[in-house]
């Protein structure tokens, strides 16, 4: 039987950036299968020994040292940790030194100052755009759409409500969404009540095939999941933001992360924080 | 007067890791301020060029050359890049070899190998658990706490909702969240109604301070944003918490990712992907 060779992300913070970098990487090494384990918070001489320790078992344990990814900034937690018996890959100790040269300054050595820089007002604005966000899903409402960064339109379950939250979350963006109903498709048309914020609308389409598994999952068998009616919404919506004019994405294959950040890259609609 | 120097984040996804990765970097140096450009999607040798061409005529612009992280996983396309006139610090070129050698095997070179492989059966899983914290939001309903991972505990504004939605959005976690009312403070014990989910409870708090400003930007000047009110409601809700052995967590300071980072650790609930 192969070893199993284990993977730990460790991180002076949430290990978020530490697991993002990591797996990118080791997605690369498609036969190996990894264990994957997250260390975050590491921030104490106490925390990094129990680490080191911890990361010193599971290669024995394993019979094969581990890989650790380290996003970790402070020099004293940094040095234990590459005493450990892995293979570190340290994303400061890459960067830092060119980083110093250029700049022609040394770095303030500061962990996690990213995340703490975040200003109060910054903070807020994150928290109301996820109210904003909630306040206008699913064409709750359109009288906030003056105060809309983005309105995305498309059919039941093509991704607006995760895609407007993330937008939300990950930057600040206001985003509201509205459904296509029956009678806009019937009709063909955008209706009334969007076109005075035409300039901010953003259409999302699906493959039916895929639009009818997530709706299947939602109503088992129903019309509404049904092979006919999914062909036809999907249709009749796309028709409707080529004739408007209305730029749109298909949600099938991209993440939401990535269908976020496209939805930025066309619009150009700027990040608040 | 000083010349700003430009940071791009370049990258063949989303540019979310180059980001991530970039900021935290350039945060180690407070005296310069730098301007941010992403350059997102650069997954073609046409947008590569288009590329570099933005990032020279940039450094030209601001008279000192740009710094440029990259994530970008393809050879073409990485050579491409690096032949601008920047800085470039490239995160595959730094780890991937190192990698190779551990692992004794080559890397695939595949661009963004970690988002495509994400499943459909982990893409509904997503956006089930975005569901799952719309439909239990704010204590609208009990009745799916038996599908709940986490149920979130707290004052109104203490951060339930955006964390709900970021445990969701990031780790596919089913999380509920239940408000304490006017009620439950006074009468100073857990409602019955979240006694058989006592395991599954996790406590947020929040200084009166932050809270009072939270809550005076939603209604201005209202008893619920007063002082009294809000000091005698997170001590009441402090008071619960630890009367009834329920974990819990100040989210004055942390970010969002933070406060949900903790959640998981100090629980051990698994991800879901």
Redesign the interface.
């Known amino acids: 039987m192969e070893k199993q060779?284990t993977v730990f992300f460790v991180s002076d913070?949430?290990?978020?950036?530490a697991e993002?970098?990591g797996?990118?990487?080791?997605?690369?090494?498609?036969?190996?299968g990894f264990r994957q384990v997250t260390l975050?918070?590491i921030a104490s001489v106490d925390k990094a020994d129990a680490a080191v320790a911890r990361i010193n078992a599971t290669g024995i344990e394993d019979g094969v040292r581990p890989?650790v990814f380290s996003?970790i900034?402070d020099d004293t937690m940094r040095v234990i940790i590459h005493r450990s018996e892995a293979?570190c890959?340290d994303?400061?100790d890459?960067?830092?030194g060119?980083?110093e040269r250029?700049?022609g300054?040394k770095?303030?050595?500061?962990a996690g100052?990213?995340?703490a820089?975040?200003s109060?007002a910054a903070?807020?604005n994150?928290?109301?755009a996820?109210?904003f966000a909630?306040a206008n899903?699913d064409g709750i409402t359109t009288r906030n759409y003056p105060k809309a960064d983005v309105v995305l339109v498309g059919v039941s379950r093509s991704?607006k409500?995760?895609t407007c939250?993330?937008l939300a979350?990950?930057f600040g963006i206001f985003a509201a969404n509205y459904p296509l109903t029956e009678d806009d498709l019937q009709r063909g048309r955008l209706p009334e009540v969007l076109l005075p914020f035409r300039e901010k609308l953003y259409g999302l389409t699906i493959e039916p095939a895929r639009l009818q598994?997530?709706r299947h999952?939602r109503r088992p068998d129903s019309r509404y999941a049904s092979s006919d009616q999914v062909r036809y919404e999907v249709e009749r919506a796309e028709n409707i933001f080529r004739a408007a004019g209305v730029p749109h994405m298909n949600t099938t294959h991209?993440?939401?992360?990535?269908i976020?950040?496209?939805i930025l890259?066309q619009t150009g609609i700027k990040r608040r924080f």
Do not use: K
Not at 107 to 110: A, V
């Open positions: 060779r913070r949430t290990g978020i950036t993002a970098l797996r990118s990487l080791m997605s690369q090494f498609d036969g190996a975050p918070f890989v996003t900034v293979l890959l994303f400061f890459a960067f830092i060119p980083l250029e700049l300054m770095s303030s050595h500061t100052r990213a995340h820089s975040a109060d903070y807020i994150r928290i109301e996820v109210n909630l899903d991704g409500t995760p939250l993330y979350l990950q598994q997530i999952q991209p993440s939401i992360e990535e976020a950040s496209t890259h």
